[in-house]
């Protein structure tokens, strides 16, 4: 996924920037990768190293582009950092797998401080093999008040309502949902949650594992028919395919009252306010994403990204060192207290007296995510990160396809059943 400025703090999927590394540097101690955008991550790393001046961390902070290709060389030439950034998910698994990655105790990084279903997206056969290192960002629905209010549309709540509010706002000639389509990871949000809201998260869980027959699962079919229902219905309008995220313009659409919705992460939250602080002071809202009369789904599970991990490569000369710092400077009181800041929440428990103490406009937001992700029975972690790495570029295709209506529902899941094996 696509960064945009103004999101530097939130830790989010990806970031923009130089193809080079930049670094801090120490003759001695350990190695970290990471990647550009982590600035409270850099913050803890400078933490660390001011008190162990004799064994510090060497941070290289890599651009998103080539950081994974980059990370696969080095393991495969073993010269792989002591600790590593990844997205946890299928991609951290393939090095987990591989023999390449220690898992980690409570005893030795303190777990139990951490949300049990962001910790799910780096636990593999009941080990946990990640410490989740940036601010939570499930998919939240945005809307704009003003342009709802006008077309006389309530928040929807459900899918139907959903589908009500479409047809409205599409009669009061405004784009029902911002949709930047020509980026594909975008639609690919809806897809995850419908299918969610259909077939109930054991059915990802499914394919995740590794059992391809799972893309047969009537749920996915389904999902691919809500979406083109929804495409058909002149959900995105007659541009969405022309419309990139990277710009900012799907951002823009609903901020200047051109679109009623947003569909994205929490990191939206960050590049609207940069973008348009008067409209998110008067006129942003934000609701979880639609039940679905009938889905064998909780209308409480989420996903998007539960956080980013930072991980212990097995062949660590330093292990002592990196052990500390996983445990004392990674999500430690200043971290959490920083992020808060931001406008980002951290994946740890016990939030409640932060949030409660927290004076800037940001309260309610902050607030509200904590709750979504705390009453979440289930956070799935975006499907081209869950999967493994040679599964993510047919997956985006087959998701245009089927949101262009090029293929049939059912040939979804054909499809992506046939690259899976």
């Known amino acids: 996924m696509a960064v945009v400025t103004a999101t530097a703090a939130l830790g ?166 911002s949709l930047a389509a020509n980026s594909k990871w975008p639609t690919l949000m809806y897809l995850e949650y419908l299918l969610d809201r259909e077939g109930g998260s054991q059915v990802f869980e499914k394919i995740a594992s590794g059992d391809a027959s799972g893309w047969k699962d009537t749920a996915v079919t389904a999902a691919n028919t809500r979406l083109q229902e929804l495409s058909k219905a002149g959900a995105f309008g007659d541009n969405a395919s022309s419309v990139s995220y990277d710009q900012g313009a799907s951002t823009a659409l609903l901020h200047t009252g051109k679109a009623g919705m947003e569909l994205m992460g929490t990191w939206e939250y960050a590049n609207l306010v940069k973008a348009a602080p008067d409209f998110v002071k008067n006129d942003l809202g934000y609701v979880a994403f639609p039940s679905l009369s009938g889905g064998k789904g909780d209308p409480k599970s989420i996903v998007g990204n539960p956080s980013n991990f930072l991980s212990l490569n097995s062949a660590s000369t330093h292990k002592s060192a990196a052990l500390t710092y996983l445990k004392k400077y990674v999500m430690n009181d200043d971290q959490v207290d920083a992020y808060l800041a931001s406008g980002s929440v951290p994946p740890v428990n016990g939030l409640d007296s932060k949030l409660a103490a927290v004076k800037s406009g940001d309260r309610a937001w902050l607030s509200f995510v904590y709750q979504l992700v705390q009453d979440s029975p289930s956070f799935q972690l975006s499907w081209d990160q869950a999967l493994p790495s040679d599964q993510a570029d047919p997956l985006l295709t087959n998701v245009d396809k089927s949101f262009l209506r090029q293929i049939e529902p059912a040939e979804f899941g054909t499809n992506m059943s046939e690259a899976a094996q």
């Open 12 to 177: 989010l999927l990806a970031a923009c920037g130089t193809s080079g590394p930049s670094s801090t540097s120490s003759s001695n101690g350990l190695t970290m990768w990471a990647l550009t955008d982590q600035t409270i991550l850099k913050e803890s790393v400078d933490a660390y190293n001011k008190d162990h001046p004799d064994e510090k961390i060497t941070l290289r902070l890599f651009a998103n582009d080539d950081y994974k290709q980059k990370l696969r060389v080095a393991f495969g030439a073993n010269q792989a950092p002591d600790i590593f950034f990844s997205w946890g998910g299928g991609a951290l698994n393939d090095y987990v797998k591989a023999g390449k990655v220690d898992p980690l105790t409570d005893a030795q990084a303190n777990l139990l401080r951490f949300t049990p279903s962001v910790l799910k997206s780096a636990t593999f056969d009941g080990k946990v093999y990640g410490v989740p290192a940036n601010g939570l960002a499930p998919v939240v629905l945005y809307y704009n008040k003003k342009v709802l209010t006008d077309a006389g549309v309530q928040p929807p709540k459900t899918y139907d309502e959903l589908l009500a509010a479409v047809k409205k706002l599409k009669g009061d000639g405004v784009t029902p949902i």
